[in-house]
C-alpha cells in the first residue's frame, strides 16, 4: 500500500495512539474536577497547552483547543465578527480559501457584512497591492489561508500581516496545511488569529487549536461552561490533546521537511517528464508546502485516475478532501486558469514524514502505466476530444 493523501489526513503515529490510550486508561479525571484525580488531569492539559505554544512561540494563554480545523476558522472567523458587529463591517478573502472559511462568509453577508474576495494569479499567488487596494476605512478583517489545501501555494502571510498591522485591520490565516512544515513565529509575524488542526501532522482527528493574540476579543460560538478561557466550552478532551502535543514533539521540523521535499522534488521531475502533465500551483518548490503535488492530465478525468490507482492500493485524491465526493470541478484550479484540457484531469498527491522512495516510484510507475493506457485492457476515459 502506497498512501498519498497526507494533505486529507495523515497516519496517527504510533507514539501519539500510546499517550491517547495511557491517557484513556489512567488520566481520565475530569479537568475542571476539584478532587486529585481532576487536578491531575488539569496539570496535564496546562503542560499540553505549554507545548502547543511553544511550537508557534505564542504564550500558553493564547491557545484555545476546539474539536477541528473546521472548528477553528469557525471560532477565529465568526467569534470575532460576533463581537465587534457593531463597528466596521468589510472584510478581505481569497477566493481559493478552504471551505469552512468561504462558507463562514456566505454566512456572515447574509448577516449584512461586506466581504471581497481577492482573485489570484495562475500559480495561486494573491498579490500584496490588490490586498493594499482592497483595504477601505471599513475593513477590519483580512483572512487568508497559509498554505492552499490543493495547490500547496504559501502564501507571504509576513508581508500581508505586517501589512494589516500598519492599516489597523486584524489578520487571520488559516495554517492547517503549513503547520510545523512552514516556520510559524507569532512573535515575529504580527498574526492576530490562527487556525490549526492536528491531523495533519499524524496526531488524531477531532483535535484542533486556535491561536489568539492577548488582548483581542471574540465571542465564544459554543455556549455552556467556562472551559477554555470561558471561548469553547465543554470538557476538553484531554487524551486527544495530549496526542496532539505528542505528535508536535516527535515533529523534526528539519529533518522531516527535508525529506519530504526530496520526495516532492523527485516524483515532480519524473511527472513533468511524461507527455500531457501539467503541475498545478508554484513552479518554484520554496514556495510550495513540503508534501504536496497537484497534476493534470490533459483530457482525462481525475476521478478515473484515483479509481485506477486505487484498484492498485495507490491513495491520491482530487482536488479538496472536504468536497472530494463532489464531481464538480475544483474552484482553486478555475480560480489559477487551469486550462479546459487539464482542469478535469487533476489529482492531488501529498507526502509525509512516513513516505518513502519506494511509495513515490510505486505510484509514478503504476501512473505512467495508467495514463499511456497499458495493460489489462485499460480504456482511459477521454473527455473533449
Do not use: W
Given at each position: 500500500?502506497?498512501?498519498?493523501?497526507?494533505?486529507?489526513?495523515?497516519?496517527?503515529?504510533?507514539?501519539?495512539?500510546?499517550?491517547?490510550?495511557?491517557?484513556?486508561?489512567?488520566?481520565?479525571g475530569?479537568?475542571?474536577?476539584?478532587?486529585?484525580?481532576?487536578q491531575a488531569?488539569?496539570?496535564?492539559?496546562?503542560?499540553?497547552?505549554?507545548?502547543?505554544?511553544?511550537?508557534?512561540?505564542?504564550?500558553?494563554d493564547e491557545i484555545?483547543?476546539?474539536?477541528?480545523g473546521s472548528?477553528?476558522?469557525n471560532?477565529?472567523?465568526?467569534?470575532?465578527c460576533?463581537?465587534?458587529?457593531?463597528?466596521?463591517?468589510?472584510?478581505?478573502?481569497?477566493?481559493?480559501?478552504?471551505?469552512?472559511?468561504?462558507?463562514?462568509?456566505?454566512?456572515?453577508?447574509?448577516?449584512?457584512?461586506?466581504?471581497?474576495?481577492?482573485?489570484?494569479n495562475?500559480?495561486?499567488?494573491?498579490?500584496?497591492?490588490?490586498?493594499?487596494?482592497?483595504?477601505?476605512?471599513?475593513?477590519?478583517?483580512?483572512?487568508?489561508?497559509?498554505?492552499n489545501?490543493?495547490?500547496?501555494?504559501?502564501?507571504?502571510?509576513?508581508?500581508?500581516?505586517?501589512?494589516c498591522?500598519?492599516q489597523?485591520?486584524?489578520?487571520?490565516?488559516?495554517?492547517?496545511q503549513?503547520?510545523?512544515?512552514?516556520?510559524?513565529?507569532?512573535?515575529?509575524?504580527?498574526?492576530?488569529?490562527?487556525?490549526?488542526?492536528?491531523?495533519k501532522?499524524?496526531?488524531?482527528?477531532?483535535?484542533g487549536?486556535v491561536?489568539?493574540?492577548r488582548?483581542?476579543?471574540?465571542?465564544?460560538?459554543?455556549?455552556?461552561?467556562g472551559?477554555?478561557?470561558?471561548?469553547?466550552?465543554?470538557?476538553?478532551?484531554?487524551?486527544?490533546i495530549?496526542?496532539?502535543?505528542?505528535a508536535?514533539?516527535?515533529?523534526?521540523?528539519?529533518?522531516?521537511?527535508?525529506?519530504?521535499?526530496?520526495?516532492?522534488?523527485?516524483?515532480?521531475?519524473?511527472?513533468?517528464?511524461?507527455?500531457?502533465?501539467?503541475?498545478?500551483?508554484?513552479?518554484?518548490l520554496?514556495?510550495r508546502?513540503?508534501?504536496?503535488?497537484?497534476?493534470?492530465?490533459?483530457?482525462?478525468e481525475?476521478?478515473?485516475?484515483l479509481?485506477?490507482?486505487s484498484?492498485?492500493?495507490?491513495?491520491?485524491?482530487?482536488?479538496?478532501?472536504?468536497?472530494?465526493?463532489?464531481?464538480?470541478?475544483?474552484?482553486?484550479?478555475?480560480?489559477?486558469?487551469?486550462?479546459?484540457?487539464?482542469?478535469?484531469?487533476?489529482?492531488?498527491?501529498?507526502?509525509?514524514?512516513?513516505t518513502?522512495?519506494k511509495?513515490?516510484?510505486?505510484?509514478?510507475?503504476?501512473?505512467?502505466?495508467i495514463?499511456?493506457?497499458?495493460?489489462?485492457?485499460?480504456?482511459?476515459?477521454?473527455?473533449?476530444?
Open positions: 500500500m502506497s498512501y498519498l493523501d497526507n494533505n486529507a489526513t495523515t497516519k496517527v503515529a504510533p507514539e501519539v495512539c500510546d499517550v491517547i490510550l495511557d491517557c484513556l486508561k489512567k488520566d481520565y475530569n479537568p475542571s474536577s476539584l478532587h486529585k484525580l481532576g488531569s488539569a496539570n496535564l492539559l496546562a503542560e499540553a497547552r505549554e507545548r502547543v505554544a511553544s511550537s508557534i512561540n505564542a504564550y500558553p484555545i483547543f476546539v474539536g477541528s472548528e477553528a476558522n471560532l477565529c472567523i465568526k467569534g470575532f460576533d463581537f465587534h458587529a457593531d463597528k466596521r463591517k468589510h472584510i478581505i478573502t481569497s477566493s481559493i480559501e478552504h471551505p469552512s472559511v468561504l462558507e463562514v462568509y456566505r454566512v456572515l453577508e447574509a448577516k449584512g457584512f461586506e466581504v471581497t474576495y481577492l482573485p489570484v495562475t500559480e495561486g499567488f494573491i498579490a500584496l497591492d490588490e490586498i493594499e487596494k482592497a483595504i477601505r476605512p471599513d475593513t477590519f478583517l483580512v483572512s487568508l489561508m497559509h498554505a489545501n490543493e495547490i500547496g501555494t504559501i502564501q507571504p502571510i509576513e508581508k500581508i500581516s505586517q501589512m498591522r500598519r489597523n485591520v486584524i489578520f487571520h490565516t488559516d495554517a492547517v503549513s503547520f510545523l512544515k512552514v516556520p510559524l513565529d507569532v512573535q515575529k509575524i504580527p498574526i492576530d488569529l490562527a487556525s490549526f488542526s492536528g491531523h501532522i499524524h496526531g488524531p482527528k477531532g483535535i487549536f491561536y489568539k493574540r488582548g483581542l476579543s471574540i465571542t465564544s460560538q459554543v455556549n455552556g461552561g472551559q477554555e478561557m470561558k471561548l469553547r466550552a465543554g470538557t476538553e478532551n484531554l487524551a486527544f495530549l496526542g496532539l502535543a505528542k508536535i514533539g516527535i515533529f523534526d521540523i528539519k529533518k522531516d521537511v527535508m525529506q519530504m521535499r526530496k520526495l516532492q522534488s523527485h516524483a515532480i521531475d519524473k511527472l513533468l517528464s511524461m507527455p500531457n502533465i501539467r503541475l498545478n500551483g508554484p513552479k518554484d520554496v514556495k508546502i513540503c508534501n504536496n503535488i497537484n497534476i493534470s492530465v490533459s483530457h482525462v481525475g476521478e478515473f485516475l479509481e485506477q490507482l484498484q492498485s492500493n495507490i491513495f491520491v485524491s482530487t482536488g479538496s478532501a472536504c468536497s472530494s465526493k463532489s464531481t464538480k470541478v475544483s474552484p482553486v484550479l478555475r480560480a489559477i486558469n487551469c486550462p479546459p484540457e487539464y482542469i478535469h484531469g487533476n489529482i492531488r498527491i501529498s507526502l509525509s514524514r512516513y518513502t522512495m511509495d513515490v516510484n510505486n505510484f509514478i510507475k503504476e501512473f505512467e502505466r495514463v499511456s493506457g497499458k495493460g489489462n485492457g485499460l480504456n482511459i476515459t477521454i473527455y473533449g476530444n
